[in-house]
């Protein structure tokens, strides 16, 4: 999280962020290009039809005030590193409906809802700690 403080708003401070792709990227890598490409299609058009573009690979990040996605370098070793290139996406936390996640064989499916869209989902590795960023995201949206 260190690589966002110049894209974050005065007195805004990150509280929590995970390393993601679009869903369908590691179908992609793995050998099943047409079928991830087509859930990387998906995850992309839901995130444009809700003004909250993707990068890949991005950094989630819920600070007090709003959900941020960054590109970011490649991440190494347990989805840590990659440097943070720049903002991509920004939405207030009024505007999300909701994050959750669920388990899927070696890593989770991040889904997002923003402004009422359609379902954004991503992939992360089973290291992320996606429940902390939903823990942040609920808890800031509580106090604001």
């Known amino acids: 999280m260190d690589g966002v403080a110049p894209f974050l708003e005065e007195g805004e401070e990150a509280l929590a962020a995970i390393v993601a792709r679009p869903r369908g990227w590691t179908q992609t890598h793995a050998g099943s290009i047409h079928i991830g490409a087509h859930q990387q299609g998906k995850s992309h058009a839901a995130a444009d039809g809700s003004g909250f573009p993707l990068a890949s690979p991005m950094a989630l990040v819920v600070t007090?005030?709003?959900?941020?996605?960054?590109?970011?370098?490649?991440?190494?070793?347990?989805?840590?590193?990659?440097?943070?290139?720049e903002l991509?996406?920004?939405?207030?936390?009024?505007?999300?409906?909701?994050?959750?996640?669920?388990?899927?064989?070696?890593g989770k499916v991040v889904k997002l809802t923003v402004r009422g869209g359609e379902e954004i989902k991503l992939e992360v590795n089973a290291a992320a700690d996606v429940k902390g960023l939903i823990a942040a995201f609920e808890g800031s949206r509580a106090t604001a």
């Open 88 to 106: 991509v996406g920004a939405v207030g936390l009024e505007e999300v409906d909701s994050i959750d996640f669920k388990r899927l064989l070696a």
């Open 64 to 85: 007090q005030r709003r959900l941020l996605s960054f590109s970011i370098g490649s991440p190494i070793g347990l989805g840590m590193g990659g440097a943070v290139k």
